[in-house]
């Protein structure tokens, strides 16, 4: 049985096909560990022309994602089981972080709705979803980006996916006091650019274990 299923819903389905089909994303399909859903919002829009977006009220710069075609859409999903868990990508949602990337993987499917344009008609925030998440306080063009990252982060957590012991020791873990992970360095051991000499820390190279330890242990703050 698949552990965690996504489904996107999007007016650029297109954009998705490359990052899901490589690396760990494609491996986690193929074991059937995850399922990601691609959906056109448009499907859901009933004019010959697929009107997804409208001017907004009040005047205003650029196009307002229409409200219709997404509460069609979810309700059609809702059908769909698991429950879903629904997140509205915007950049007025709470940040997203690591702590929030364990809270979702413990989901069993999620509903991911890329905004684009100026935005979303606001009563999708107020009335559809569970939750409004951003990916940063920076502007994109659409949440097809934030939905990818999201799947990422969340998809490394579903059990099986990354190996345990590769999770328990990296960035944000609790393991590292949920901070950034100490430097790594790998062969060779000396490299020149130029004049210039790089080498590794010596204390990499001691083969004392308890010594690394502690040089690990000074960039957690202990």
Known sequence: MTKMIFDILTIF???FQS???TSILKSAQERKLIKIRIHNLRKWTFDRHQTVDD???GGGAGMILKIEPIYRALKDLKKLKPKPYIILLSVRGKNFNQETARRLAKKRRIILICGHYEGVDQRVAD????EEISLGDFILTGGEIPAMAIVDAVSRLVPKVI????????SFSPKMKNKKEYPQYTR?????IGRKTLKVPKVLLSGDHKKIAQWRQKFLGG
């Open 13 to 15: 389905p297109e954009a």
């Open 19 to 21: 990052y899901f089909n």
């Open 55 to 57: 001017r907004p009220y």
């Open 127 to 130: 009335y559809l979803v569970d």
């Open 163 to 170: 190996k345990k012991e590769s999770l328990e020791e990296e």
């Open 188 to 192: 060779p051991a000396v490299f020149k």
